[in-house]
């Protein structure tokens, strides 16, 4: 059972578009959300997270929308560049009372940006 | 300068041989992570230490064998390979078990199984 999912598995756009990648988790006992982003060759790193009491985290032309009630996150990419062109992955961690300590990644969202 | 060091880059292995992947991270880091990236699972978590002791294995099969000699190090022995064990393998870290949020990724070892 996958335990984060998103969607689209690939998206284009033409720069200067927003593009909005989607995730949606079963847990709801998840407490933080980062998204990972991978250039072609490259190793992931992390871009921007997010944790469950707020429902919107900002850092340039990067957002991420929370909806708690419904488990669902989106990832939105504004004013889009060619740089961008990459694999964003969302991910979910479990809370340490858990026991798991692991970062459960989604299956990524491959974005190509048209110039 | 890179900041964890996998060795070697890429790996060309027999089915049924043995082979080590080596992982160093000189950020002060105590703890360290495998992940396993495949064309079927992308970014599949394998095994968790901090400070030299395991702390989560979610690898089904006993041929994956992490090994840790110094805080700093972890490496991954993989036993009887198989074709399906063709991916690339991450080495990750982290300031302590608790801010695994924060994953710093080395390059990656690709291994090819043939």
């Known amino acids: 059972q996958q335990q984060v999912r998103q969607s689209p598995q690939s998206l284009t756009v033409w720069e200067g578009e927003t593009a909005i990648l989607n995730c949606s988790y079963e847990?709801?006992?998840?407490?933080?959300f980062p998204w990972y982003w991978q250039f072609p060759r490259e190793s992931p790193a992390l871009l921007i997270a997010i944790r469950p009491v707020s429902n919107k985290k900002e850092d340039g032309r990067f957002t991420i929308f929370f909806n708690k009630r419904e488990k669902k996150l989106s990832l939105h990419i504004t004013d889009s560049q060619p740089g961008d062109s990459a694999t964003y992955f969302c991910?979910?961690?479990?809370?340490?009372?858990?026991?798991?300590?692991?970062?459960?990644f989604g299956s990524g969202t491959q974005l190509t940006v048209m110039p | 300068d890179p900041k964890i060091i996998q060795k070697p880059k890429y790996l060309v292995a027999v089915t049924g041989s043995e082979k080590i992947l080596i992982c160093e991270q000189y950020l002060g880091h105590n703890a360290m992570y495998w992940y396993r990236q495949s064309a079927k699972k992308p970014l599949e978590f394998m095994f968790s230490y901090s400070y030299q002791k395991l702390m989560d294995n979610q690898t089904a099969s006993s041929r994956f064998q992490p090994q840790s000699s110094k805080k700093n190090h972890l490496d991954l022995q993989i036993t009887a390979l198989k074709p399906d064990d063709s991916a690339t393998y991450f080495c990750?870290?982290?300031?302590?078990?608790?801010?695994?949020?924060?994953?710093?990724f080395g390059h990656g070892t690709k291994l090819s199984v043939l």
């Open positions: 991910a979910a961690n479990p809370p340490a009372s858990s026991g798991s300590w692991q970062l459960i």
């Open positions: 990750a870290s982290s300031q302590d078990p608790f801010s695994n949020e924060r994953l710093f």
């Open positions: 847990d709801s006992t998840f407490d933080y």
